[in-house]
């Protein structure tokens, strides 16, 4: 009987040290996963302000005329574009 009651004793240290365990490893997956957020969002905004400064080597190399003629397509292209979405946005609001 005494046997008996040192293994129930044994599994009932284990199970507590696994509860222990658990807790916190969702401690610690909570922390990870907000760490994570954090970074994503750090890097979102990083992504916005290289795609700010690459606008902007572009339009100092057009004012220094510098743009080859590729790019000086791809770039009248592009403005084409943004005219086209401003004046569909300006036919929206007009109706």
Known sequence: MEELELQVKRIHEKLQQVLRQREFLLKEN?????????LKQTDSGRAGQVEQLKQQVEILKVKKGELP???????????????????????????
């Open 30 to 38: 909570g922390k990870l996963k907000e760490e994570i957020r954090q």
């Open 69 to 95: 003629v590729a790019e000086k397509a791809v770039l009248e292209r592009r403005l084409s574009q943004y005219i086209r979405e401003i004046d569909r946005c300006i036919a929206l609001l007009a109706e």
